[in-house]
């Protein structure tokens, strides 16, 4: 790997535009650039995974539905198409999301079926499972996790019905959707409810994304929900809540509300004229919180309600929800809150991007593809 180590915050906050301050007399870190990978390919890769010990990453293609193994150096260690028809294939033309486990071996987890590999991607076994991710994301999901002997999953029994459970005014109760399973037999562990402080427990309905994004370090589990603002933190594996704090957004972060069913695209509607978080991270001691703008509610009212996905529609989600703000926390104390004109994402304990602050990461095509690493210093 290249190593750039760039300290570039210094410079960008002082003409980025901020949307708060937080009072504090304590230290703001900085933004850093502290490592980059560079992969001779023509497309852009989506991040999915990272070994523990960073010797290697896990990529995916969509253009060739191939997963890349990439090499702490950027090398493309293998590339391999599991979703052809074949003696290795998971039998699917998309997968939920893929994990690295222990003893080199890597779990590809489709509807109903957890299909686990060697690292040259030659299928040991696959397993039926009984249980169904509760996401709307494909091929990179936030609702399934490994770590050691186990596996983290945001799910639903696959004859259980989502709708109903979602919709009750006894949503926090009514199903337990966090469960912790043994990782070789995929059996439930452990399991908690959503938390009844959460805004979907406060406010129950229906929502368009209700997985959280939960990092797991050492015997703690962190959750953040994307609807709601509030940091929770649970014992690992056993999933006992010991302790939360709300994240205290400003007022560029609009709280989304659940859908009228009897609205047509009520759920994009919501969606666009609410906030979401997106990602979390911990750096060097310091939490980095990511969530994005929201469209004001009264240009959103005015959007024709029988076709979503139109122009107006899309050049409104381009100007606000494109928009991302940041929170630097140490403990639970809020430093700093403000916008970066970047995109930073997280994988694992990765804080990366594929551009530096300010680049558009698609105004020139590219044979190479550089994804920086960053770092809170």
Same mark, same amino acid.
């Given at each position: 790997?290249?190593?750039?180590?760039?300290?570039?915050?210094?410079?960008?906050?002082?003409?980025?535009?901020?949307?708060?301050?937080?009072?504090?007399?304590? !230290?703001?870190?900085?933004?850093?650039?502290?490592?980059?990978?560079?992969?001779?390919?023509?497309?852009?890769?989506?991040?999915?995974?990272?070994? $523990?010990?960073?010797?290697?990453?896990?990529?995916?293609?969509?253009?060739?539905?191939?997963?890349?193994? /990439?090499?702490? +150096?950027?090398?493309?260690?293998?590339?391999?198409?599991?979703?052809?028809?074949?003696?290795?294939?998971?039998?699917?033309?998309?997968?939920?999301?893929?994990?690295?486990?222990?003893?080199?071996?890597?779990?590809?987890?489709?509807?109903?079926?957890?299909?686990?590999?060697?690292?040259?991607?030659?299928?040991?076994?696959?397993?039926?499972?009984?249980?169904?991710?509760?996401?709307?994301?494909?091929?990179? +999901?936030?609702?399934?996790?490994?770590?050691?002997?186990?596996? !983290?999953? %945001?799910?639903?029994?696959?004859?259980?019905?989502?709708?109903?459970?979602?919709?009750?005014?006894?949503?926090?109760?009514? !199903?337990?959707?966090?469960?912790?399973?043994?990782?070789? /037999?995929?059996?439930?562990?452990?399991? +908690?409810?959503?938390?009844?402080?959460?805004?979907?427990?406060?406010?129950?309905?229906?929502?368009?994304?209700?997985?959280?994004?939960?990092?797991?370090?050492?015997?703690?589990?962190?959750?953040? %929900?994307?609807?709601?603002?509030?940091?929770?933190?649970?014992?690992?594996?056993?999933?006992?809540?010991?302790?939360?704090?709300?994240?205290?957004?400003?007022?560029?972060?609009?709280?989304?509300?659940?859908?009228?069913?009897?609205?047509?695209?009520?759920? %994009?509607?919501?969606?666009?004229?609410?906030?979401?978080?997106?990602?979390?991270?911990? +750096?060097?001691?310091?939490?980095?919180?990511?969530?994005?703008?929201?469209?004001?509610?009264?240009?959103?009212?005015?959007?024709?309600?029988?076709?979503?996905?139109?122009?107006?529609?899309?050049?409104?989600?381009?100007?606000?929800?494109?928009?991302?703000?940041?929170?630097?926390?140490?403990? $639970?104390?809020?430093?700093?809150?403000? %916008?970066?004109?970047?995109?930073?994402?997280?994988?694992?304990?990765?804080?990366?991007?594929?551009?530096?602050?300010?680049?558009?990461?698609?105004?020139?095509?590219?044979?190479?593809?550089?994804?920086?690493? !960053?770092?809170?210093?």
């Amino acid at each position: 790997m290249k190593n750039f180590l760039l300290l570039l915050l210094a410079a960008i906050v002082a003409c980025s535009e901020k949307t708060q301050e937080t009072q504090s007399d304590a !230290y703001v870190p900085d933004l850093v650039i502290a490592d980059s990978l560079v992969i001779d390919n023509l497309t852009q890769l989506t991040f999915i995974d990272v070994k $523990e010990d960073h010797s290697e990453y896990l990529f995916y293609d969509f253009k060739t539905s191939e997963f890349f193994r /990439i090499g702490k +150096s950027g090398e493309i260690i293998l590339k391999a198409n599991r979703s052809e028809d074949g003696k290795d294939s998971y039998k699917s033309s998309y997968f939920s999301t893929a994990h690295y486990l222990k003893n080199d071996r890597i779990l590809v987890l489709t509807y109903a079926l957890a299909s686990i590999y060697d690292l040259d991607f030659n299928l040991i076994e696959s397993k039926n499972v009984d249980f169904e991710l509760i996401t709307r994301t494909g091929g990179g +999901s936030r609702a399934a996790l490994t770590s050691g002997d186990y596996l !983290y999953t %945001f799910s639903l029994d696959t004859d259980g019905d989502v709708d109903t459970i979602v919709g009750s005014e006894e949503f926090s109760i009514a !199903y337990p959707f966090m469960r912790i399973r043994d990782i070789n /037999i995929f059996d439930t562990l452990y399991t +908690s409810f959503i938390p009844k402080e959460t805004q979907m427990a406060v406010n129950p309905g229906l929502y368009n994304n209700l997985d959280p994004i939960v990092k797991i370090i050492k015997d703690e589990m962190y959750v953040l %929900f994307p609807n709601s603002p509030e940091m929770y933190v649970y014992d690992f594996p056993a999933l006992n809540l010991k302790t939360s704090w709300d994240l205290n957004p400003g007022d560029n972060y609009k709280q989304t509300l659940p859908q009228d069913p009897d609205i047509n695209f009520d759920g %994009f509607l919501k969606e666009l004229a609410g906030s979401q978080y997106k990602a979390f991270t911990f +750096s060097n001691g310091n939490l980095l919180t990511i969530y994005e703008g929201a469209a004001p509610q009264d240009e959103v009212d005015k959007l024709p309600k029988e076709y979503i996905g139109g122009p107006e529609f899309t050049e409104m989600a381009e100007k606000y929800k494109n928009k991302t703000y940041y929170q630097i926390f140490k403990d $639970e104390k809020k430093l700093w809150e403000g %916008f970066w004109d970047i995109n930073l994402m997280s994988v694992r304990d990765i804080l990366y991007s594929n551009a530096k602050p300010g680049e558009d990461p698609d105004a020139v095509e590219k044979d190479m593809q550089t994804y920086y690493f !960053y770092e809170l210093r």
